[in-house]
């Protein structure tokens, strides 16, 4: 079994075939799916789709680009959203200096909220970090300062500092299709180094699908060209490292479930 850590049911790619996306991510062996929250005023209808499939969860959080636009978000507000009972992980948050869609020090404000939610819910957070190592790293340091904290850099395609400090602090790296580009040389020397309890996949679909599909609108079935691609590079068969992202995926994600006959 393999789990798809973070994709976007809810995006409007999918209106029109959800159910058949999810069935296509069970036959592809994907028995579990997270799928992320990236504004809070569509928490409910992200919460709606998780509802709906027993294999699905998700999140709630407010995505960097969005920091500007949303309503503004107290900590407290996520922890009591959070007590949702298909909700696994606070996020997605953190900073993008790439685009810039929101003023940085908005995204900083909001990114200390969701890490603040995430120590008093004890939910994991799920990063995003995109041109913003140095500052994503500080802001990780100084949450774990303040008490206990853990998550997932999602979607890595950063550097090795970011990821040897997510690690010390005992965050995991979620790896996404970007893994098996051929220009993704770095990410992969990454990847191959990378401790095996730390490690997930995921899509992050409808975006960034893998070879053989880039190119194509991305889905949680997707994640298995990942994963095998993963096996490769690590030496590794891709059952063992099916088994190794999945029993990592459940000691992160304590809320979710396994499904039956899959030890957590």
């Known amino acids: 079994m393999l789990v798809d850590s973070h994709c976007h049911l809810d995006f409007p790619d999918f209106a029109d075939e959800r159910d058949a996306v999810v069935e296509r991510a069970r036959a592809?062996?994907?028995?579990?799916?997270?799928?992320?929250?990236?504004?809070?005023?569509?928490?409910?209808?992200?919460a709606a789709i998780a509802e709906r499939y027993p294999a699905v969860y998700c999140s709630v959080?407010?995505?960097?680009?969005?920091?500007?636009?949303?309503?503004?978000?107290?900590?407290?507000?996520?922890?009591?959203?959070?007590?949702?009972?298909k909700v696994v992980g606070i996020g997605e948050t953190g900073l993008d200096f790439h685009y810039d869609h929101s003023p940085r020090e908005?995204?900083?404000?909001?990114?200390?909220?969701?890490?603040?939610?995430?120590?008093?819910?004890g939910l994991p957070?799920?990063?995003?970090?995109?041109?913003?190592?140095?500052?994503?790293?500080?802001?990780?340091?100084?949450?774990?300062?303040?008490g206990p904290l853990t998550g997932l850099i999602h979607c890595f395609s950063s550097t090795?500092?970011?990821?040897?400090?997510?690690?010390?602090?005992?965050f995991y790296i979620s790896l996404s299709g970007i893994l098996t580009f051929k220009k993704a040389t770095e990410l992969q020397a990454i990847a191959r180094e990378l401790p095996?309890?730390?490690?997930?996949?995921?899509?992050?679909?409808?975006?960034?699908?893998?070879?053989?599909?880039r190119g194509r609108r991305n889905e949680p079935a997707y994640v298995v060209h990942t994963a095998t691609f993963l096996a490769t590079l690590r030496g590794e068969t891709p059952e063992a490292v099916?088994?190794?992202?999945?029993?990592?995926f459940f000691r992160l994600f304590r809320r979710a479930r396994p499904p039956a006959g899959i030890a957590a």
């Open 28 to 46: 592809a062996g994907v028995g579990t799916l997270v799928t992320i929250c990236t504004k809070i005023s569509e928490f409910p209808a992200v």
């Open 196 to 213: 095996a309890d730390r490690i997930l996949v995921e899509t992050d679909a409808p975006y960034l699908a893998p070879a053989p599909h």
């Open 106 to 121: 908005r995204q900083r404000e909001v990114f200390r909220a969701h890490i603040a939610a995430a120590r008093e819910s």
């Open 242 to 248: 099916a088994r190794q992202t999945t029993e990592n």
């Open 61 to 85: 959080g407010i995505h960097p680009h969005e920091a500007a636009h949303q309503p503004s978000t107290a900590a407290a507000d996520l922890v009591e959203r959070a007590r949702h009972s």
């Open 160 to 170: 090795k500092y970011l990821a040897d400090i997510a690690i010390k602090i005992g």
């Open 125 to 146: 957070l799920i990063v995003h970090s995109r041109n913003a190592d140095v500052e994503t790293a500080e802001l990780l340091r100084e949450g774990a300062a303040e």
